[in-house]
Structure formats: C-alpha cells, structure tokens
C-alpha cells in the first residue's frame, strides 16, 4: 500500500516507486481497482464476451481463474464443454473443484484464448462463499503482464510480455501428488484424465519423475511434465523400482 509494486513476471524482475512521484508511460492498459472493505482488491473482466464482473484479485492463487458456483450456474459453464475435477488447498483447507476451459477471458482490453479454469462448488465454504464476486484471478494469467499495482491511485496497469498471446500451460496428467519425505503420494486422480485412463489410484506413491530423484524442487519438475504437450510420454519411477508411463494429452 505504501509504494507502487511494479511485477515484470515475463521478465524475473520486481520495482518498487514512490507513488506520489510515479507516472506510468509504458504501452499497457489500466483496469481500475475496486477497494473491498476488508483491505483486498477486485477488478472487472469479462468471460466469453459476457457483461463484466467483479473477481478479486488473488496474486496468491497459481491457477489462471476461479470461478464461483453461483456465476458459474448463471453462464450455464457447466454445460455443453468437457469437464473434469480438480483437487485445490488454501486458507479454507483441501476442496475439490470442476475444472473446464473458457473460450475467452478479457480485462484491460486484453483477450487471452482457451483459458482453463477451477468452478467452486456453490456449496463451497471460507472465501469463496460470496455472490459479490464471480470469482478470483490468479497469476496464471497475471504472469503474462509486466504488472503494476498502484494501490494509491486505485489502478492497475498490465503491460502484455511477449508470450501474451501463447496457450495458457495447462495440467494434462490429472495427478495431484504430495511430497512425503522421498516419496510423491497420489492424492488425486482427476476423472477423465490420462492417469484415470490408465488406472493410477489414490496411494501410490512415486520416488522419481523422468528419472530425476523427488528433492525440493520436486514441484518445478512435476508442473513442467504434466504441463507438457499433448502426446508427450511422461515417465515414473515406483516405489518398489518398477517403472510406468503416462501420455499426455488434454482432458477438460
């Protein structure tokens, strides 16, 4: 609050500038920002051409877009696309969610294609139990920008990087896996996926990914196989040695 925040994801780089001084000159969009009464901040955007609407904005949440129950019924998003489910934690604890893909998300009169996104259940408790929001953006796709929070002047400006325009990286495994001590543990196999088709079950437990031992950067390695292409063939060294394969492929 005290200084404007200015996030270059595309470039690995963070600024900080004083806001009385501060003038943005760069060639990016400004979204107002609207002031929640407990201290958070919400935009507006719009998805699959629809009416604007208020999301909060979550520079906490990895995934690109959460959407509400509530919004999600009124679109009718539940409807007429594939769906699967996805397993999620934060604050209010460990929930699961539908998971699909929109055809479009704009904000700042910047259109992203194909953006998959988490729909809560309206029966969902803790944060995501309000109808004054229809959902939350995240830095899947804040990551696309050069951001700048300018909290004093109630602005944000987004500056699109270079690979703006590319497919937003998606999970195309449908593995969710926890670290205990040298092990991943399975705790989620997301309906439809390749791990469903071939018959990955809650338990097993994984001691390495294309041959590379489970260390602290496990979760980089995990997000950069299972967020590869379509067709590309991960594999998976057990527990007990043996070895599976599992081909990528995109599911919801």
Known sequence: HALVVDVDYPGARIRFHDPAAFRYDGPGHRLDLIAGDDGHKSLLLSMEGGEPVVVGLDTGQGNALSVFGHYAQERGFLSGRPLSESRGGGVGGTTISRTATLSSVTLAGYELKDVPVTIHQENVKGAFDTKRQAGNLGTGILSRFRVLFDYEHDALWLEPGPDCGAPLPRD????????????????????????????????????????????????????????AADGTTARLTMADGSERTLTLRTFY
């Open 172 to 227: 195309r495994a449908g593995l969710a896996l926890e670290r205990d001590g040298e092990h991943l543990v399975v705790r989620f196999v997301a309906p439809g996926s390749p791990a469903a088709a071939a018959g990955w079950q809650e338990g097993e437990r994984v001691q390495a990914l294309d041959g590379e031992a489970v260390g602290p950067e496990w979760w980089r390695v995990a997000a950069r196989w299972a967020r």
